[in-house]
């Protein structure tokens, strides 16, 4: 039997550890980001990662710096350590433990979006395929050896819920599928070219502000890029207003970027840099929950005009 510690902190990482553990690998121990405050009532949230390491009954170790206390570890001596989004780089002394090394599940075709944001950046650039990557884990950033590749298509309607949600089945089986391989020292090694490596940090405040005079095709891609977290959002009669969802919507109009142009019971149009527009049908207003633009229009719509800007 393999003694495998498994590292992973969101629900990106959740289904890789569970497919390890219904094929009937051994995890000795998870490793997960501490415990955070979240909402607006800074209630002190466990990880996914870690939920589900309780429910299964494995014990948990929740560094607040990997670099700095990874004794728990050492101290087990396992034989592989598989990260998936566990968001903190591993210091050599720790990658050199494992005997057949520490492999990492990546949610993109590397050297392509290297990083901690691949999912939103494949749909902010607006890109037609994505997949996962399993690599041998290095000091540099995503820059480890890889192992498998498991392409996916972006469709025009995914957002980053969806591709999340397939990228992380996706991942979870191409580990199990290339396990074996692992441990019989048969799998694949192929390097990766460094000239060929873009990058997909954490999506900052300043790129969830919708900028209404890019394209339509941009200014979609940054809506369905950012859904359902962080979600972007631009300003109206002085406040922030998320969107949550939008539509293309391919007129010509003759209007300022950010001019609302067209009012309909299910949305508005705002035009965009090159005169076409986005329809916003899911939004949230400040201080409001998330909202059908349809319900927002029936609260406002008697004052919501043509003409009026948003983003100012």
């Known amino acids: 039997m393999k003694h495998i510690i498994f590292m992973g902190t969101p629900d990106f990482a959740v289904p890789v550890l569970e497919k390890m553990i219904d094929h009937g690998y051994q995890i000795d121990l998870v490793v997960t980001q501490p415990d955070r405050k ?19 009954q494995i014990p948990v170790f929740q560094p607040e710096r990997i670099k700095d206390d990874f004794s728990e570890i ?3 001596n396992p034989d592989l350590i598989v ?6 780089l591993l210091p050599k002394a720790l990658l050199d433990i494992p005997r057949f090394g520490c492999i990492n599940v990546h949610a993109s075709l590397l050297p392509e979006l290297r990083g901690g944001a691949p999912i939103h950046h494949a749909i902010l650039q607006g ?10 884990m290095a000091e540099k950033l995503d820059a480890g050896d890889i192992i498998a590749q498991r392409e996916v298509d972006i469709s025009e309607d995914d957002h980053v819920g969806h591709l999340h ?40 405040r300043d790129e969830e502000q919708i900028d209404w005079s890019q394209p339509m095709q941009t200014v979609y891609n940054q809506i369905r890029g950012l859904h359902p ?18 539509q293309k919507y391919s007129e010509t109009f003759d209007f300022q970027p950010g001019e609302i142009v067209k009012i309909d019971s299910d949305g508005f149009v705002v035009t965009t840099g090159d005169q076409q527009g986005v329809k916003i049908v ?18 406002v719509g008697h004052t919501l005009e043509t003409h009026e800007r948003l983003g100012e």
């Not at 979240?38 to 299964?56: D, F, Q």
């Not at 990260?83 to 903190?88: E, L, S, V, Y």
């Not at 397939?166 to 979870?172: E, F, P, R, V, Y």
């Open 127 to 136: 890109k037609e395929k994505t997949g996962i990557t399993l690599m041998y």
């Open 229 to 246: 977290w962080p979600v972007a959002y631009t300003k109206w009669r002085g406040d922030t207003m998320k969107v949550w969802e939008a």
């Open 282 to 299: 899911t939004l949230q207003p400040a201080g409001k929950k998330k909202m059908a633009a349809t319900d927002f229009l029936r609260g």
């Open 83 to 88: 990260t998936a989004a566990f968001g903190q």
């Open 74 to 76: 050492e101290k087990l």
């Open 38 to 56: 979240k909402g607006r009532k800074k209630i002190l949230t466990p990880p996914p990662v870690k939920e589900a390491a309780v429910n299964k």
């Open 165 to 204: 949600d397939k990228l992380s089945t996706i991942g979870a089986q191409l580990l199990v599928d290339t396990l074996p391989d692992i441990f019989a020292g048969t799998n694949q090694r192929v390097k990766q070219d460094d000239q060929k490596a873009t990058y997909a940090p954490n999506i900052t």
